[in-house]
């Protein structure tokens, strides 16, 4: 192996990577806040809702879950507009984002949730609070605040997996690194900065769940 | 519109499935096999092989799959060889399932009581003779649901490998879309085919976690 | 002689020292019972007698040798002295009759059919013969603990260490379990146990240690310590206790 390492490029292609770790913080946000916020909704449907939604959402979990992220996006992507439902790359990549978190954030949720002693919602119902309030005060909170690790390591699973959407030309991270190596012909270093500015970002976002964990469930006695 | 009938998808699709069958099963046996020489380095007593696993853990869940299969293609490729798709692929999926199997098995050695160690000690056993006897048949058992379901994240993480080009199911969806211009009918299917090789699996686990919690209830 | 010399132990942990020099000499056949508060470093000096832990000063030898904190001095202790749980402890992916044999065969690499009969023979000891083939979660709490013993008397120990054997179970329980104890103590065999027990270190033992903040706080026969508790620290845990 007699190849020279050359990362001379980072200093004319910054920007562009700059702009790829924007979008795929971006990408991040919206996804973990609504997927986590469908995740919700359909934990608490799967526990609470109507009798007809149990198994419809049952079966979005299982059909997620079961497939590949890749095929997700290339089905709402490329799929999708043949039933006129047309849409652009970032928008389909969200899309694809927050379906995905939904579906892992519904089952952690739920497992959160069924951890929650019987004791408490009829505690909650005897103080007279609505089927909501007691969901929401007696169950999900207490619930949130047990899987929250469980939860943050998903969303970092999904901010890795993102990594994907460069395939629908959304220009995220990897898109850019696609983009600088097929200019530099220097596919292997491009690529390594690619990865440890994953891995930065990784560990940076999970101290940031972490943190954020503690802001929204302040030390009440845990568990 | 094309001549290309739903059941000329269906073939086509369903042989390049084998591919992903294939690379699935390479990769989790791959990957077990490393993973227990990991595992072993990581519960042992050297600081420098618990570390060592700890920062492999760490860099491939801390990083995408894509990023690894890229790295592999590409960093295979400096050697100056020719580098096939499926070498890569199966090596980065080896090494990243390494990563995840260690982790979970870790964790199953790590459930059992410190009671059975001491136990063990107590009764004149050395380490490897408590691994050996005590805590690996208890830590094995437990370790089949979550090792089996985490067969599932291998069969998904395949569809990656037709990024660096691997001619897998993935890649036979692209393909056959390209010909046909039926991406929502082919799309579906391919889904579909993923969901009947990943759902028995995830069905086993859950039934498997159960049998074992109503085991343990019997205590 | 002393079968266990205890001299001058002492133990920290971190800057929580929890013995403070121990000095105990227990004779061949003698039954000692240790008493005292939760915390006052009981089980850690059972703990550190059976090599579980290893001591920061002072010196424990068994049968003229010394503890070592080595492999091989380790395990050769540890072939001479055995030890009982409060928690059972059994290999729970075993049946009892396994779990009487795997040390024997994996240790002392006795063929399985004498192991077998060893193990027999020591399930019949504590009257669980026909127990042979059950696993530990279809015993109750009295059978796992006297499993538990069959188990370590296969090892032929020359001493016995006993930690609240009898603390996890129902009352109705432990009578079989101390009754096993009982006997082995009959047949002369040398045993330390912590024990909340004071009817039964009344009756049985030769000794009682009273231990109160990691130090050996009263020691003496059973009738002299029952019965005029010198320190009125013993006088208060014993009128606590009554
Ligand atoms: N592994 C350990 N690490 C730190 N402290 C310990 C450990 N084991 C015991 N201790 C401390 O040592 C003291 C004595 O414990 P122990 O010997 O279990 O007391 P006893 O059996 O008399 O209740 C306690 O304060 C306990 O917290
Ligand atoms: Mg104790």
């Known amino acids: 192996m007699n190849y020279a390492f050359d990362f001379g490029w980072l200093l004319d292609y910054w ?111 005897s103080l007279g609070m609505s089927r909501i309030q007691t969901f929401w005060y007696v169950v999900l909170i207490p619930a949130l605040q047990r899987i929250w690790p469980a939860l943050s390591s998903q969303i970092v699973i999904v901010m890795l997996g993102s990594a994907a959407v460069s395939q629908i030309a959304a220009e995220d991270l990897t898109f850019a690194a696609n983009f600088i190596q097929s200019r530099t012909f220097r596919a292997f270093e491009t690529y390594f900065v690619a990865t440890l500015i994953y891995l930065a970002l990784a560990i940076a976002l999970r101290q940031g769940l972490r943190g954020l964990g503690w802001t929204l469930f302040p030390k009440r006695t845990a568990r | 519109m094309s001549e290309f009938t739903t059941w000329d998808i269906v073939r086509n699709l369903l042989l390049a499935a084998r591919w992903t069958i294939l690379l699935s099963i390479v990769s989790f046996i791959g990957g077990g096999l490393v993973g227990a020489a990991l595992l072993f380095a990581r519960i042992g007593k050297r600081r420098l092989g618990q570390i060592f696993v700890k920062t492999y853990v760490e860099l491939f869940q801390g990083t995408p799959l894509l990023m690894q299969l890229f790295l592999a293609f590409f960093g295979l490729g ?42 063990s ?36 993480g395949t569809a990656l490998t037709s990024i660096i080009g691997f001619v897998e199911l993935s890649k036979a969806g692209t393909v056959v879309t390209n010909a046909t211009f039926e991406p929502f009918k082919v799309y579906g299917l391919v889904a579909l085919i993923y969901f009947c090789l990943c759902w028995p699996l995830s069905k086993s686990s859950q039934i498997l976690e159960r049998k074992l919690n109503v085991a343990h209830r019997n205590h | ?112 059919a004498e192991a077998e009969a060893m193990a027999r023979r020591q399930l019949e000891r504590v009257g669980l013969a026909h127990k042979f083939d059950a696993y530990p979660d279809q015993l109750s709490g009295g059978q796992q603990q006297r499993v538990a013993i069959a188990r370590a008397l296969a090892m032929q120990p020359i001493a016995l260490l006993c930690d609240e054997i009898t603390s996890a179970l129902d009352p109705e329980l432990v009578s079989e379990v101390l009754a096993v104890v009982k006997e082995l103590a009959g047949e002369g065999m040398t045993l330390m146990m912590v024990t909340h027990e004071m009817r039964f270190a009344r009756d049985v033992c030769s000794r009682v240690v009273f231990m109160h903040q990691g130090r050996v706080h009263e020691i003496g026969p059973p009738e002299e310590v029952f019965a005029s508790p010198k320190t009125p620290e013993l006088q208060q845990f014993l009128g606590v206790t009554h």
């Open chain 1, 15 to 125: 920007p562009v990577l700059v702009k790829g770790i924007a979008v795929t913080l971006e990408l991040t946000l919206v996804g973990g806040v609504l997927g986590v916020s469908l995740g919700v909704a359909c934990a608490w449907a799967r526990a609470l809702g109507p009798g007809w939604l149990r198994p419809v959402v049952a079966a979005y979990v299982e059909l997620i879950r079961n497939t590949p992220f890749l095929i997700q996006l290339f089905f709402i992507f490329f799929g999708l507009p043949a039933l006129g439902v047309r849409m652009g790359e970032l928008e389909a990549a969200n899309l694809a984002m927050v379906i995905n978190l939904g579906a892992y954030g519904c089952e952690i949720v739920r497992a959160g949730i069924q951890a929650t002693p019987k004791g408490q919602f009829e505690a909650g119902a």
């Open chain 2, 121 to 156: 000690s107590s009764l004149g056993m050395g380490y490897i003779q408590q691994m050996r006897h005590v805590i690996l048949p208890q830590a094995l058992r437990i370790a089949v649901p979550p090792t089996v379901g985490f067969s599932v994240q291998v069969v998904k």
């Open chain 2, 78 to 119: 400096l050697f100056g060889i020719d580098v096939p798709a499926w070498l890569a692929a199966g090596l980065a999926l080896i090494l990243w399932s390494a990563a995840f199997l260690t982790e979970i098995w870790r964790g199953c050695v790590e459930a059992i009581a410190r009671g059975q160690w001491e136990a």
């Open chain 3, 1 to 112: 002689m002393s079968l266990i010399e205890i001299t001058e132990v002492k133990k920290r942990f971190g800057n929580n020292e929890v013995l403070k020099g121990i000095n105990i000499d227990v004779a061949p056949g003698e039954v000692i019972a240790v008493i005292g508060k939760s915390g006052s470093g009981k089980s850690t000096l059972l703990r550190c007698i059976n090599g579980l832990e290893t001591i920061d000063e002072g010196s424990i030898s068994v049968a003229g040798a010394q503890l070592l904190p080595d492999e091989l001095h380790l395990k050769a202790l540890r072939l001479k002295v055995g030890m009982i749980f409060q928690g059972f402890n059994l290999f729970p992916h075993l049946t009892a009759g396994r779990n009487v044999m795997l040390s024997q065969m994996v240790v002392k690499k006795t063929p399985k």
